[in-house]
């Protein structure tokens, strides 16, 4: 499938411009456990995906830069020199947002042309906004030696979309595509943006990812909302972050804030201390333990974040009520997206079909289902 992506971007860019590109491969990512922890310096458990973003590029000696989305068929043409956010931007935001943050660092990015196509659902929470970004950033790191680290690169990405897309995210999703590995998952410190790899084998349970196509759009207010109450009660304990809360520490200040407010950074905290719990259980190779920290943690992220949907919650209803799977959860920002299952591997397929059917007759229109392997972070495609 990627190879396929690969290969279109390299046809279309050469029909285009005549010369050969630079090919990089950006991918999506999954999270196992530990949302909305990110930007509260907490941990996440993410892994890159063998979906992504194939960004076909070279320099360019005209005086404007050219990028062609293929998938929808359209090209934006700018100049590097004069770079502001586009209203309803959509994807040309996030390269803009990435050219900018260079510059800002008084990198000096050419005019340069492009190409890419991807196959990671929109808005379904599996980052497809974090392979694009990363993509670029590292196509341009290398076509303009602008001398970056990976690190560095993530912090251009997050800030292009703080800025540029108007989404105050964590660093989750850039660091995961930038940094997976094949057939791991990556327990991320969110405070010190370093990571321990571990190897993931569920034994006889699989991960399906079901997409209720329901389209978040994470600017939607509501993310920040999020963010801005976390730090809000984290301000009150004069603490840097709700990492380094307790639940302690919040009764303290209960009467202080809403019932609301309370609910939510409770969360925060118990979602931070699952995450330990999760990577415990997995060294352990305790499998039901991790199922049922997966419903513990949709539970919070439905009733105490407020971060799900009706279409999130059906999924995982469901699926509490088969055997074969041992836990569900909603994943990424929420109101609209995936939902991460643990199922065994001799019923995904009649599940798939169970789970299919039932969310189709509850709400007249298919889901979509979707296997996954843990691969790779963003990288060169060789020739
Ligand atoms: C989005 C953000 C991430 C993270 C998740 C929720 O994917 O981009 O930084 O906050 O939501 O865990």
Known sequence: MNKKLIKQVKRSFKEQFKTKPLIVFSPGRINLIGEHTDYNDGFAFPAAINKGIAVAISKSDAKTSNVCALNKNEIHNFNTENIRPLKDGGWRNYILGVVAE????????????????GNIPGGAGMSSSAALENGFV???NKLFHLGLSKHDMILVSQKAEHNFAGVKCGIM????SMFGLKKSALLLDCRTIESQPYKIDFKDYKLMIINTNVKHDLSESEYNDRREVCERVSGLLHLDALRDASKEDLDRIKNDISG???????????????????SE????????????????????????????CRELDFLVDRAKENPNVLGSRMMGGGFGGCTINLVK????KT???????KFKVAFEYDCSVYSVKLSRGTQIVKK
Not at 260 to 278: G, H, P, S, T
Not at 345 to 348: G, I, L, M, P, Q
């Open 102 to 117: 260079l510059q800002i660092l008084r990198k000096r990015v050419g005019n340069f042309n492009a190409v890419f196509a």
């Open 138 to 140: 590292y196509g341009l």
């Open 173 to 176: 999703d850039q660091y995961a």
């Open 260 to 278: 609301e407010d309370y609910q939510k950074a409770l969360y925060v905290i118990n979602e931070n201390n699952r995450v330990k719990k999760f």
């Open 281 to 308: 259980a997995i060294k352990k190779d305790d499998i039901q333990a991790l199922g049922v920290l997966l419903y513990q943690s949709h539970e919070g992220l439905s009733t105490k974040y407020k971060v799900s």
């Open 345 to 348: 591997k001799d019923a995904f």
């Open 351 to 357: 599940f798939k079909k169970e789970i299919s059917k």
